[in-house]
């Protein structure tokens, strides 16, 4: 199992294509799929494109 469940607020941000504290604000946002651990968020990468789609109005038909 080569896949990482999570991914670093830096290499997110560059998803999102937004700096790093624009992007630690957003991991505040409600049901943001990140966890805090001792000072660290993590970013759970499989539900990413769920958040997208449920809190930006957009969603697939």
């Known amino acids: 199992m080569d896949e990482r469940l999570f991914i670093s607020v830096e290499e997110c941000a560059k998803l999102f294509n ?9 991991t505040k946002m409600h ?20 958040w997208i789609d449920t809190h930006t109005g957009y969603a697939e038909k």
């Open 18 to 26: 937004v700096g790093r504290n624009t992007m630690l604000r957003i």
């Open 31 to 50: 049901k943001f799929p990140a966890i805090f651990l001792k000072g660290k968020t993590l970013i759970i990468k499989s539900k990413i494109q769920f």
